[in-house]
């Protein structure tokens, strides 16, 4: 008996796979396309489980769609610009570039065991310059069609690593790298416009059927529609009226102030005016942009002295503070409070000892507010107070409709819909990411660089020493070579734009650059026509919201400058959130107290404890992400050089449903390798047989291979990975214990390959070659279910005794209910039951019970 080596036939079936060439993709018009793509990696350097099954997933797809058929692009590149890079070359004194570098080949080299069906010619990064130079090209097009404006805007800044922060990279009002706490600044800002596209991102999101239903809802509350009211609040001292936003205009009659933001025409009036009003303003702008930092910050205010007059009531007048929790870029900058039914306003009016007063009540309770705001759903019926339209009991929508009306009718309020979308900051002060290419001149203004003239490479030195980067700020301000150039319009000298673009836009449009990945313009029309769009999609649910938010806009903005067909507005067909990769983090306390966390290779488990080699105990702490921070990440090189690439394949798809998070235990491991080994012996044990041997039990065997077939499809296509494999478990079960023919049994282990291709591909290649298959299993056309054979000629019928089941029978599927009933009472138990009497009643259900009444 031969011995199942996952070491010799994985690298053996790689090479051939590669001599082959079996995965480049090629345009060709004899077969469909089909364009599976997974999210692609940040180069860390160190590839764990995660990627493992993520990559395995889209791998599944793309091999199963290449033996059906159809002309597969499975492309692999790297998101390799952003600031990690940098820190690394600040901690280590290197260059981003290098570590960069030195990562991907670090991680194509472990990625490669893996098997993974990949087009290896298409990769790129989007640190090489042939990239970000069409980026670069990207964004002059854009800008030409006014889809790209510069501007004055309040940023999360970074007073340690000194550069803007997205919302998304401020965590707990902290820099997600640095750990400082963020500032607000303004600064002249790059803006793309997506907030032209609110409306349309929104409603296209009911085209998305093969998104999931998270992932839509998720986009359309970041969108975040709304219709309110604007209207003006008069103010008593003459001066120029304020102008606010409200998307709940029927609480108007519980108004207890108004607030302003601190970057507001008027406090930025009276900031300059008085030293308090500046000191409390720049208090305000230590804190971050986004919504949780400004949610959970302490709410500060400061009374201006302004009053006004409300709409309602000339005599009613309401103050006017600078509020810290008040953006001036959503709305007017400018809102009215009313504290009972805004929980956020309450904690502001509790504080300030503002008055609060109910604009409603809960039918059935008069309770005024104390500190919790009455805040019900907006379907749901209360009891006005004194309601301007005249609303006794109404939901909240009805009185929000009734209330626009009412303002416009008396003339002192428009009905307006807005957008939660904001345009999308690009501006970063660093060094590693793609230049801006414009430049500024003093007599020319803001020139575009020239397209001849990219790309806008990176400068490696500094005037040939190595760029400091322990220097705080962007390294690119103080290069004077790099920096200083020609106007572009009129040759005078001038300065190039410092600031690079946010990582998100690298990775907003990779996915149309893999279809032509060497082309000398961002696309090529003829195979982005071909191959767009993405069939499969499949990444992490974290970036379910801005990746997926921002390549669709990208893409509208492409297809405007004619680099995608108008197909391609929405690249994404289908997509698929994949669960995590989960394990045990070890933990023991070090100096300071401070936690120690320690790989799972460093740790024995006896008796649900865990123990360091030394025979410290640790902390075991169960099923969480695997993350480096933490040291709980398995290398799948070591699972590779340990079971092979088609034990971890295997394990990460059959032990949950994909869309939930797995956790990888060594013993799962072991187990999934051991049921290698037996499908191996098995496929040996069936080689090793005489060849014309006759058997038993030909036909049931061919009938539960068609079955498998039928089901592992199904599992496949409907990314049901787990259930396929469920069905692949019990076909080997079956033909282990066959007794068919040789013929058959041979026909059954190939079709078992076959089926596990996708999954084990070399395992199964090993299998199809060792049985005399031809070719590759890898392009043998995918079994086709005979659906004569899944057609059941018996029924099991199951036997009720006086309302209890004591056993069942098989008879044929078109037996007359007479013989029927007569097998039943022959039954054992029912003759027990019966006790030689006869039965009261015999009721049959054809194909499906036989109730018996004794």
Not at 40 to 56: A, I
Not at 389 to 402: F, K, P, Q, V, Y
Not at 438 to 447: L, S
Not at 469 to 475: A, K, M, R, T, Y
Request: charged share 25%; aromatic share 10%.
């Amino acid at each position: 008996m031969s011995r199942y080596s996952a070491t010799e036939i994985e690298a053996k079936w790689q090479e051939a796979w590669d001599k082959a060439g079996i995965f480049q993709a090629k345009r060709t018009g004899d077969k469909p396309k089909y364009y599976v793509l997974e999210m692609f990696p940040y180069p860390s350097g160190k590839l764990h489980m995660g990627h493992v099954r993520n990559y395995t997933m889209g791998d599944v797809i793309a091999r199963y769609k290449l033996s059906t058929g159809h002309n597969v692009l499975h492309p692999m590149g790297f998101d390799a610009f952003g600031m990690p890079a940098e820190n690394a070359a600040m901690a280590s004194g290197g260059h981003p570039k290098d570590w960069t570098y030195a990562n991907i080949d670090t991680m194509v080299e472990q990625m490669k065991p893996l098997g993974l069906s990949l087009d290896w010619s298409r990769m790129f990064a989007t640190c090489d310059p042939e990239y970000y130079g069409q980026q670069q090209a990207l964004f002059l097009d854009f800008l030409e069609k006014g889809l790209v404006y510069r501007k004055n805007a309040v940023v999360n800044w970074d007073p340690i690593d000194m550069t803007v922060l997205a919302n998304e990279q401020v965590e707990n009002g902290r820099g997600w790298r640095s750990g400082a706490l963020v500032e607000r600044r303004e600064l002249t800002q790059w803006f793309f416009k997506i907030s032209d596209f609110s409306e349309e991102l929104l409603s296209a999101l009911d085209t998305l059927e093969n998104w999931p239903a998270k992932v839509r809802l998720m986009q359309e509350n970041w969108i975040g529609k709304s219709r309110g009211l604007q209207f003006a609040f008069e103010r008593t001292d003459g001066g120029e009226a304020i102008e606010v936003y409200t998307t709940r205009p029927d609480t108007l009659m519980g108004a207890s102030f108004v607030g302003i933001s601190p970057d507001h025409p008027i406090a930025k009036q009276l900031e300059a005016e008085s030293e308090e009003v500046a000191a409390f303003v720049a208090e305000c702008r230590k804190g971050g942009t986004t919504e949780e930092a400004i949610e959970t910050a302490e709410k500060l205010g400061y009374d201006t002295g302004i009053r006004v007059k409300h709409p309602l009531n000339p005599d009613w007048e309401l103050p006017v503070w600078i509020a810290n929790f008040i953006l001036m870029d959503y709305g007017t900058g400018a809102i009215f409070a009313c504290p009972a039914h805004d929980q956020r306003d309450l904690d502001f009016c509790r504080k300030y000892d503002l008055p609060v007063t109910n604009a409603f009540f809960a039918l059935a309770d008069d309770s005024s507010v104390e500190n919790e705001a009455l805040v019900p759903a907006k379907t749901e019926k209360v009891r006005w107070v004194d309601h301007f339209a005249g609303l006794t009991e109404a939901s909240g929508e009805e009185a929000i409709n009734a209330t626009v009306d009412f303002a416009e009718k008396a003339g002192w309020g428009q009905g307006v819909t807005k957008y939660r979308l904001r345009d999308w900051g690009l501006s970063r002060q660093r060094y590693w990411g793609c230049p801006i290419p414009v430049v500024h001149c003093e007599d020319c203004g803001v020139v575009p660089e020239k397209k001849e003239n990219l790309p806008i490479a990176l400068p490696y030195d500094e005037g040939g020493k190595p760029i400091d980067f322990s220097v705080p700020g962007n390294p690119l301000d103080r290069h004077p070579t790099w920096r200083d150039c020609a106007c572009p319009s009129c040759g005078k000298p001038a300065k190039r734009e410092t600031d690079t673009m946010d990582t998100f836009v690298d990775s907003s449009w990779y996915f149309a650059r893999f279809t032509a990945p060497r082309a000398d313009t961002p696309t090529d029309m003829a195979e982005a026509e071909y191959w767009m769009n993405v069939d499969q999609y499949i990444g992490g649910i974290e970036h379910a919201i801005l990746h997926l938010l921002y390549s669709r806009f990208f893409a509208r903005a492409m297809q405007i400058c004619g680099h995608l067909p108008e197909k391609s507005i929405e690249p994404f067909d289908a997509l698929f959130t994949q669960g995590m990769v989960t394990h045990a983090i070890y933990k023991t306390t070090g100096d300071n107290h401070r936690p120690v966390y320690h790989y799972p290779e460093e740790v024995e488990l006896r008796d649900g404890k865990g123990f360091l080699k030394d025979g410290t105990e640790v902390e075991i702490i169960p099923s969480a992400k695997m993350s480096k921070s933490k040291n709980n990440v398995v290398d799948p090189l070591h699972i590779i050089s340990s079971f092979g690439a088609d034990t971890a394949r295997w394990f990460v798809l059959s032990d949950s449903p994909p869309e939930r998070d797995v956790e990888w235990t060594a013993a799962g491991a072991e187990a999934a390798y051991k049921h290698l080994n037996r499908v191996w012996n098995l496929c040996d044990r069936i080689g090793a047989m005489d060849p014309d041997s006759a058997g038993e039990g030909d036909e049931d065997l061919l009938r539960e291979m068609h079955k498998a077939i039928r089901d592992v499809t199904l599992g496949v296509d409907s990314f049901g990975f787990n259930a396929a494999i469920a069905k692949l478990y019990a076909f080997t079960n079956t033909l282990a214990k066959s007794k068919a023919s040789a013929k058959v049994q041979k026909q059954a282990i190939m079709t078992l390959a076959q089926l596990m291709s996708p999954m084990t591909p070399h395992l199964a290649e090993d299998i199809w070659n060792h049985q005399g298959g031809e070719g590759l299993c890898a392009t043998a056309p995918w079994p086709v279910a005979d659906e004569t054979m899944l057609v059941e000629d018996t029924v099991t019928l199951p036997i009720q005794i006086n309302g209890k089941r004591r056993g069942e029978i098989e008879v044929a599927k078109d037996l007359d209910k007479a013989e029927v009933e007569k097998l039943a009472l022959a039954h054992e138990a029912v003759q027990k039951a019966l006790n030689g009497g006869a039965p009261k009643k015999v009721i049959v259900v054809p194909g499906r019970i036989v109730n018996v009444v004794a």
